[in-house]
């Protein structure tokens, strides 16, 4: 009983958490990049286009640097976890073991970023459809 309350926690603590941490990720870091274009540059209005690339680099510049960090923090958590390297299913010959979906666990930072993608992908879908407006003037 003791052991399986103590598993719920965990297991709902750790989904909570990679659950802040995809809305973060995926929300936080492009307004992070919005709100900094428009404090520097300080006028209201539409977005000119060395804005817009501004904002763009920014976000790509700091998705690719979170994910150098997430492959260092990988890379050190499974070589703690493992004590032979773990072969990808890409790089596994038709005679090696049988590769299985769902038998070995996935890690907390594979979690993050896939969760990442999928609320980024819900959360576009739900402002596209729900708040973007028409693309096209209708005077």
Known sequence: MLHSLRRAIVGTGSGVLT?????????GIPLFWIYVAGSLYGKPGAVTGPVAVFIGAGILVSYWGLLLLASW??????????DKP??????????????????????PVER???VTAIVSIIGFAVWFALFAGAPVPTN
């Open 19 to 27: 659950l802040v941490g995809a809305v973060l990720i995926g929300f």
């Open 73 to 82: 923090v990988r890379g050190r958590m499974l070589k703690r976890v493992e």
């Open 86 to 107: 773990r072969r990808d299913s890409w790089n596994r010959s038709m005679r090696d073991t049988q590769y299985r979906p769902g038998v070995g666990d996935s890690d």
């Open 112 to 114: 993050l970023f896939v």
